[in-house]
T-cell receptor
Framework: GQQLNQSPQSMFIQEGEDVSMNCTSS?????WLWYKQDPGEGPVLLIA?????ELTSNGRLTAQFGITRKDSFLNISASIPSDVGIYFC?????????FGTGTRLQVTL | DAGVTQSPTHLIKTRGQQVTLRCSPK?????VSWYQQALGQGPQFIFQ???????QRGNFPDRFSGHQFPNYSSELNVNALLLGDSALYLC????????????FGPGTRLTVT
């Protein structure tokens, strides 16, 4: 099945650093969502974006819905050890979600 | 407020067998979607149930079937299991099919030997 392209695939950063990741698609989506998944658990919704060009924040997380509706970006400021995990973007068309390939984030002290 | 719950947590089956996985949606939600997540990949949409009917289906064979009960809980059935069916099966619930936000359960880890 289709999966969206996420980059980078993985990243190691130091605590306190800012993190950026993005997600691109060949298809247009009406909604973009960002999830975080910890080992052995299901994805947890972080941010939802509903309109092209929209910029939304949730604490240290900021996400943007690309103008073309084919991409989205997630930034994490001042990373902390509990930010470790896999981040997935998901695009929504009709009522199903199409997920990205994931970005694995590891934070070192 | 209970979130999405799934059972069992883990399951080991043999090729050719059949399996049933269960999901209870978050309180107040009436729509259940099922996803398959292979190791190292993002979840892939299997199908969605609303008002006890399958409303949308992803690119999965007919061996994958489901059911939704009047209390909105749902089952995923997989027949004639293949080794490639080994994965984490995730259930997600939402309020109506038009809701933008889906909330996921912890998943059922299925291993086919």
């Amino acid at each position: 099945g289709q999966q969206l392209n996420q980059s980078p695939q993985s990243m190691f950063i130091q605590e306190g650093e800012d993190v950026s990741m993005n997600c691109t698609s060949s298809s247009i989506f009406n909604t973009w969502l960002w999830y975080k998944q910890d080992p052995g658990e299901g994805p947890v919704l972080l941010i939802a974006l509903y309109k092209a060009g929209e910029l939304t924040s949730n604490g240290r997380l900021t996400a943007q819905f690309g103008i073309t509706r084919k991409d989205s970006f997630l930034n994490i400021s001042a990373s902390i050890p509990s930010d470790v995990g896999i981040y997935f973007c998901a695009g929504r068309s009709t009522s199903k979600l199409t997920f990205g390939t994931g970005t694995r984030l590891q934070v070192t002290l | 407020d209970a979130g999405v719950t799934q059972s069992p947590t883990h399951l080991i089956k043999t090729r050719g067998q059949q399996v049933t996985l269960r999901c209870s949606p978050k309180s107040g939600h009436d729509t259940v979607s099922w996803y398959q997540q292979a190791l190292g990949q993002g979840p892939q949409f299997i199908f969605q149930y609303y008002e006890e009917e399958e409303r949308q289906r992803g690119n999965f064979p007919d061996r994958f079937s489901g059911h939704q009960f009047p209390n909105y809980s749902s089952e995923l059935n997989v027949n004639a299991l293949l080794l490639g069916d080994s994965a984490l099966y995730l259930c997600a619930s939402s309020f109506s099919t038009s809701s933008y936000e889906q909330y996921f359960g912890p998943g059922t880890r299925l291993t086919v030997t």
